[in-house]
């Protein structure tokens, strides 16, 4: 099995960078069930950060799972929306660490399987719908869930160029 930190550096550079600004900000305060989506998208980037790509997706997967279900509870409609395209987000993310994830298995040279290639078509398509999704929802009178909208807006946009490098570097 090949060591996983023995990608090009350019990847493993570029991941870590994108999810720095994440770590620590305080999400693993909230109470309750937002609260236990928000640590569960934290041990996504922190497995990703530690080279594991699969744990990653795994966690992110959870983190959407919840946030379905938070937008099947939730009453009021522009908070249900939000949830949604957090729940679009998590998924594109969990479509981008298994494609990582996949491209090391087989090997980690480019040019990637076909695979691994779908996997980042699918996520760059989630990460655009959930941008799309964000940017649509109107201003929250609530600072939380307005911070929470905007947060996640920065995210689709680094995801966005995440995917977009991944593609050029992977030669899909």
């Not at 930190?5 to 720095?20: D, G, H, K, N, R």
């Amino acid at each position: 099995m090949k060591p996983v930190l023995s990608q090009p550096p350019e990847i493993w550079v570029l991941l870590i960078v994108l999810m720095i600004p994440y770590a620590g900000n305080g999400l693993a305060q909230v109470p309750g069930e937002v609260g236990g989506m928000d640590r569960l998208e934290q041990q996504a980037e922190n497995a990703i950060a530690n080279g594991d790509p699969e744990g990653a997706a795994l966690s992110i997967g959870k983190a959407a799972l919840m946030a379905k279900l938070l937008a099947q509870k939730e009453e009021h409609q522009q908070t249900r929306m939000l949830y949604q395209a957090e729940e679009t987000l998590f998924r594109g993310q969990e479509q981008g660490y298994r494609a990582f994830a996949l491209f090391e298995r087989a090997g980690g040279q480019p040019p990637a399987s076909k695979g691994v290639c779908q996997y980042l078509s699918h996520a760059a398509e989630k990460v655009k719908q959930s941008q799309n999704d964000l940017k649509a929802l109107a201003d929250f009178t609530n600072e939380l869930l307005r911070d929470r909208q905007q947060r996640h807006i920065g995210k689709t946009q680094e995801w966005e160029r995440l995917l977009q490098g991944l593609e050029q570097d992977l030669s899909c």
